[in-house]
């Protein structure tokens, strides 16, 4: 089964601060995508990755950036955490070909007070 | 713009009985759909999911129909028990061959004992 791990389980952090958030998968898969979820909102793409030092814009990536240095790990940046960023964080892979089916963590439950 | 919204936010059910989650979705040049299922405290886990050349695919326990003339996905869960209790997303993968998943923003099933 692919695993898809998430560092942290719940952070709590203050406003203004840098925050790095870690995602690690073990299936080799080239592509890598963070959300966040909010009641209402659903899931929103944050920003994805097709491969190793690539990175792509979602649909919300201000206040947030990305770093892939290794096809296992993808980092999301909160450069300067603001309390609308209180959110759940899931990260997900999928891996390649025609597969679309995503594989996520268990979420990362950030907190900016 | 792209959209897919879940008719309904909660849905309760009694244990035993067949449940039936519904979604709609706008963009018509979507042809890969997924359902995944959410437990409290938990990242979401894939149940099914369905290509466009069919209308209709079973897994255990579960059925996922899919009407493309007025696009409309429904999951449907046989004999429902405790464990399904969970938040349910339809997702679509929209046009342009991106990789990405466009998800709704779920529907809560109560299972009732």
């Known amino acids: 089964d692919v695993k898809v791990t998430q560092s942290s389980r719940y952070l709590v952090k203050r406003t203004g601060e840098k925050v790095f958030l870690e995602c690690v998968q073990d299936?080799?898969?080239?592509?890598m995508f963070w959300y966040r979820q909010d009641p209402g909102l659903g899931l929103r793409l944050i920003y994805f990755?097709?491969?190793?030092?690539?990175?792509e814009k979602g649909d919300i990536p201000e206040g947030y950036s990305v770093s892939r240095e290794k096809k296992e790990r993808f980092s999301l940046i909160l450069e300067s955490a603001s309390t609308n960023q209180t959110s759940m964080y899931l990260c997900?892979?999928?891996?390649?070909?025609?597969?679309?089916?995503?594989?996520f963590g268990s979420g990362t439950q950030l907190s900016v007070l | 713009g792209e959209s897919v919204g879940l008719h309904l936010p909660t849905l309760s059910v009694q244990e035993g009985d067949n449940s039936i989650i519904n979604c709609a979705y706008s963009?018509?040049?979507?042809?890969?759909f997924i359902w995944y299922k959410q437990e409290s405290g938990k990242g979401p886990q894939f149940i099914i999911d369905?290509?466009?050349?069919?209308d209709k695919r079973q897994g255990q326990r579960v059925t996922v129909l899919l009407n493309k003339t007025v696009k409309h996905l429904s999951l449907q869960i046989a004999a429902t028990q405790p464990g399904d209790s969970a938040v349910y997303f339809c997702a679509e993968n929209g046009s342009g061959n991106t990789g990405k998943l466009i998800f709704g923003q779920g529907t809560t099933l109560q299972v009732k004992p």
């Open positions: 369905i290509r466009s050349n069919m």
């Open positions: 997900a892979s999928r891996g390649p070909g025609t597969s679309e089916k995503l594989f």
């Open positions: 299936m080799d898969h080239e592509n």
């Open positions: 990755s097709y491969d190793v030092k690539m990175k």
């Open positions: 963009n018509s040049a979507s042809d890969y």
